[in-house]
């Protein structure tokens, strides 16, 4: 069994800057552990944010966020980011990390999910 635990988000004005973390414990991945992070506003369904590769060569993000977030991770320490540049109030949601077989942008095949951290952007 994996855990997820998010981190790093909280209230930040328009064009302001955050970064989440996703740290992972309770067994060591495998070689091919992908990394998703999604997000979801009140009353909106859950969407794909972004995903990374274990090895970090190919990386996934959705329009409404290629160019102002950049997704990483870091294998020896277990830990994905996401760090958010020039937000919008339009980001403000609950953030959430997945790891899964593949860097997909659909909820399946993601099999372990973080609790969420919130991001509220001010305008």
């Known amino acids: 069994q994996v855990q997820l635990v998010e981190s790093g988000g909280g209230l930040v004005q328009a064009e302001g800057s955050l970064r989440l973390s996703c740290a992972a414990s309770?067994?060591?991945?495998?070689?091919?552990?992908?990394m998703g992070w999604f997000r979801q506003a009140p009353g909106k369904e859950r969407e794909f944010v972004a995903a990374?590769?274990?090895?970090?060569?190919?990386?996934y993000y959705a329009d409404s966020v290629k160019g102002r977030f950049t997704i990483s991770r870091d294998n020896a320490k277990n830990t994905a980011y996401l760090q958010m540049n020039s937000l919008k109030p339009e980001d403000t949601a609950v953030y959430y990390c997945?790891?899964?077989?593949?860097?997909?942008?659909?909820?399946?095949?993601?099999?372990?999910w973080g609790q969420g951290t919130q991001v509220t952007v001010s305008s």
């Open positions: 997945a790891a899964g077989p593949v860097p997909v942008q659909s909820v399946p095949p993601y099999q372990y």
């Open positions: 990374i590769s274990w090895s970090a060569t190919r990386t």
């Open positions: 309770g067994r060591t991945f495998s070689r091919n552990t992908a």
